[in-house]
């Protein structure tokens, strides 16, 4: 990419985001430009070559693209800071609860894409979803394409409502993950599995579970089915589950969160 990038508030994600873009060579580290208020952290950066700053409005005038990596609390401030340097720079947003409208009626630029990344962009595993306004050129999709899978698969959505769907599947779905991964630990060490040894069980017991849903075309569905023998132990917890309204308590989870994004997004 032929491109300078600008990476304002370069946090646990806007790091991510720079060491995918890094890594696979989409951009230069002379090219590249980050800034947050704290600096700490950002010396490996600094160490390639990278602009590391706390100057939002010189990162954003040295840059082709800007991404917005920072906390929604302080989104207003920042777009007050650099509207006046923005111009008609492509602006990439992952700040949940920012809409489109109102980063556009903040800078006076309408050429912004919203995104919906997760955790996993750490690993680059994320599943960023996301969406442009209209003024974004064929050309400009393609380069925030380009920006997203650096740091794993990336889907357009077809309207910006969409996002308020995605974020508790997606979005906050790692932390399911990670949910029942402490659940699988904290059992063993219940039934007396040392510690030491009930994470490793957890641990693998997901990342196994994971590489198999990524090597198979088989279902969801089918994979629970083949390791659910019948009159078996596994059998018996998955019952359970059912018993207990599992499937219910996650559906009702799931529609909160999507309660919960909406409101977030009226915000603004």
């Not at 082709?64 to 111009?87: C, G, H, N, R, W």
């Not at 919906?116 to 690993?123: D, G, H, I, K, S």
């Amino acid at each position: 990419m032929n491109k300078t990038i600008a990476i304002i508030g370069a946090g646990v994600m806007g790091k991510a985001i720079a060491k995918g873009l890094l890594a696979k060579k989409i951009v230069s580290p002379q090219n590249l430009f980050l800034t947050n208020i704290v600096l700490e952290g950002l010396e490996e950066f600094f160490n390639q070559g990278v602009t590391v700053s706390t100057d939002n409005i010189a990162a954003v005038k040295a840059a082709d693209i800007v991404l917005l990596t920072i906390k929604p609390q302080i989104m207003d401030s920042v777009l007050t800071e650099i509207k006046d340097v923005i111009a008609e720079k492509l602006v990439i947003s992952i700040a949940a609860g920012i809409s489109i409208s109102h980063m556009q009626e903040f800078l006076g630029n309408k050429k912004i894409v919203r995104v919906m990344p997760n955790l996993a962009a750490q690993v680059g595993e994320s599943m960023s979803c996301w969406i442009c306004s209209k003024e974004v050129k064929t050309s400009e999709k393609a380069l925030a394409k380009e920006i997203l899978t650096s740091i794993g698969k990336e889907i357009e959505l077809q309207d910006e409502s969409q996002i308020d769907i995605i974020t508790p599947i997606s979005g906050s779905g790692p932390a399911y993950v990670f949910l029942l991964a402490e659940l699988l630990e904290n059992e063993a060490i219940a039934m007396g599995i040392s510690a030491i040894d009930a994470h490793l069980l957890a641990l693998q017991t997901v990342i196994g579970s994971a590489n198999v849903l990524q090597n198979t075309n088989k279902s969801f569905e089918q994979l629970r089915l083949n390791v659910t023998s019948k009159g078996g132990v596994t059998q018996e917890v998955v019952q359970t589950f059912e018993e207990e309204k599992l499937r219910e308590i996650f559906h009702k989870a799931i529609e909160n969160g999507f309660k919960k994004s909406k409101q977030l997004n009226k915000l603004k």
